[in-house]
Every structure is written in C-alpha cells, then in structure tokens.
C-alpha cells in the first residue's frame, strides 16, 4: 500500500518534479504561495550565512536547499507551477526598510506573479514610508518580531496598523515564538495589536507555531485573520514544534472558511518544496481543503495572477477531465460549531509569553 496515496487522484509529492501531477490532481490551475523571499543580493547573502551558522534565533541546524540566483528560484517556482508568490522582505534595525522596499518592489514590477511586498520597522517616519509603499502598489506586508526585535504594539507603529487595516492590505506578522521566543513573540503581544486594531488583515505565519491553538483562536475570532501554513506539517518543522493532531478540526475548518493559506518559506528551507505540500496531502482534510489553502484562498484574498497561456490550458484540460465545474464556490463564511467548540477548549489554554 502506498501511504501517500491520500485520495483518489491526489498524490503527495514526493520530490519537486510530481509538484505540477498534485495541482492539476486538485483540478487547480497552479498554486499561490503567499509566503517567500526574495531580498536584496547582500541582505540574502546574509540570511543564508545566518542560517549556515545555525544562528541564535533558529535553535538548530539549517542547511538551505536553494542557495541558487534569483533567476533560477524564480524558474524553479515556475516550473512548479507556482504562479503566485511573494518577495518577503524584513528589517532589523531602523533605516533599512525603505530601501528593502524599492528593491522588492521593482522586483515585483520585473516578475510576473510576484505580489508587490513591502515591509516596515518602528523608527521615526514609519507611517509615511508604508504610505508611500502602498501608493507604490504594495499588496502584501511582512513583518518579523523575532528577528526584527520590537513590539507590535510600538506606538510608533500604531499609525501603520491603523492605516494598513483601512488599506484592507495584508500583512503576513512572524508572531509565534518557533523556532526560538522573544519577549515580542506569542499571541499576546500581536493579540493586544489586534485587539486594538480589530479590522487588520493579518496573516499569522508559521500558523503561529509553536502555540497553534491560540493563533488558531485569534483566525476564528477575528474576520481578517488568517494563517499561512509555512513549514509546518514538514518532517522538519514536526520535530521543532508540532502541531496538536486535536487542532486539526479546526485547521480544517478555517481553511474552509478562507483562512488557512499556502505558505513555504522558499528558498530558506532545508528540504525539497514538495515536503510541504505532501505535509498538507498527509493531513486527509480532503481535496476541497487542499484546493482552498493551495489556490482557490490566496487567490480570493490577493485576485487571480495573470496565467500564462500554456497554465490556463492545463486548467481547462484538468477541468474538463474531472467534470467540473470552471468556476468554484467561494470559501464557506462561518466556522463550524465542530470548530467553535475546539476552539472554546483552546482558548482555556493560557495565553503565553515570554516577556
Ligand atoms: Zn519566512
């Protein structure tokens, strides 16, 4: 028996080349994953030595798979099929972020499928510089907590919040203390931003890991928070912070419910793409779950990308062979009473933080 057999027609993949047989399998025109990098030549050169050292904040060793150009990642997402992706850049230290964000921003002009993405860091004159990125065209924000090492609720930042939720913009918020915790990560610290800032589109990355069910919570309670599922799922990930198999209904759910979206971390990953995405098959939440987090979700909250001619022709064919339907049904709006109750459960967890 084929263990990764999950379900008729899907197969997790097992290296990076079945990737496009799992998509079309899903009936989908490709995938969206919301959350990768693509930084600066110098600043990545960095991130990997960083990483190559096991440095502080990981906890562990680190080995990055992709240690390839920008050009070749950008063809190897492609050739995937990924048609949608991010360049998340972040800053840890004041005077950094405006320049970061003219080179993701022109890189986001130069790549078809990648979101325009910026990101931001308390200093005097924050407010205007996120004006100005999202005059720019910024569709997506990132922010880490634990590297950057500042509080979400800086008051300096409080203008940015306000005004990135008024936009309805994005902003992807490393908040969970994995791999290591900071005084500025859990769900406290950007759980009192939220509830300050309670219409911010917030996606929770790393699905908040290690405290799952808490960030879990703050996706159900608030209506513009959602989870990327970045390395988590992955053999990696599991031995680092796994998630609780009893979260699992309500995963289930909030990716139902538009909540639960693609993330990767590529190319800062220790194993192949596809880990990931056999990570999300292994789960058995079902091929409409799958469908939701890998395109039908990122693809309502960001619009569909542009797909090239040959992407839209696999779509069709793949449409046509399973005798579906060309357009989906949205993303169901409420979370099931079967969710509401675990999550009532969760909540009587205490509310950690490292500060
Ligand atoms: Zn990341």
Redesign the pocket.
Known sequence: MRLNRVMSGVRAPEEDADVPAFWRGLGVPGLADI?T?FLPPRMLRRVWEYFDAAGPLLGRSWPIRYKWSDVERVAHLRAMGVRMFSA?AYAHRPGMAADLNAWTMAFARDTPGCLPSATFYPEPGVTGHVRDALDAGARIFKVHLQVGGFSPADPRLDGVWGLLAEAGVPVVV?AGHAPVGTGHTGPGPFGAVLARHRRLAAII?HMGAPDYEDFLRLAADYERVALDT?MIFTDFFDKLAPFPAAALPVARDLGLAGKVLLGS?FP?IPYPYARQLAGLARLGLGEEWLRAVCWDNPVALFGAPALAESAARDSRSVTRSRGRAGVRRPPRPVISSLAARALTTASSVAWTTAS
């Open positions: 959350h990098h998340l490393h990355a970045t971390d800062n």
